[in-house]
């Protein structure tokens, strides 16, 4: 049973951890213009990506400190 929790563990780790990536890519390309919302501003835009990049730092933070 040790080896199932153990692989569950790791399997939820590698999807919380592709989550952060992935939130990480989209703000950072949403503040490099890179990424776009056809119908909103590019300022409201860039101010999207920092709120995405800021509040995954946040999480991390939060999960680490969770996990402590």
């Not at 563990?9 to 990424?35: Q, R």
């Not at 590019?42 to 800021?54: C, E, F, H, K, M």
């Amino acid at each position: 049973m040790a080896k199932g929790n153990a692989i569950g563990k790791l399997i939820n780790f590698v999807a919380w951890l592709t989550g952060v990536l992935v939130s990480l890519a989209v703000g950072f390309g949403m503040i490099d213009k890179v990424l776009t919302v056809q119908w909103i501003l590019p300022s409201i835009t860039v101010l999207a990506g920092w709120i995405v990049v800021v509040l995954t730092i946040v999480g991390v933070i939060l999960a680490i400190a969770n996990r402590a």
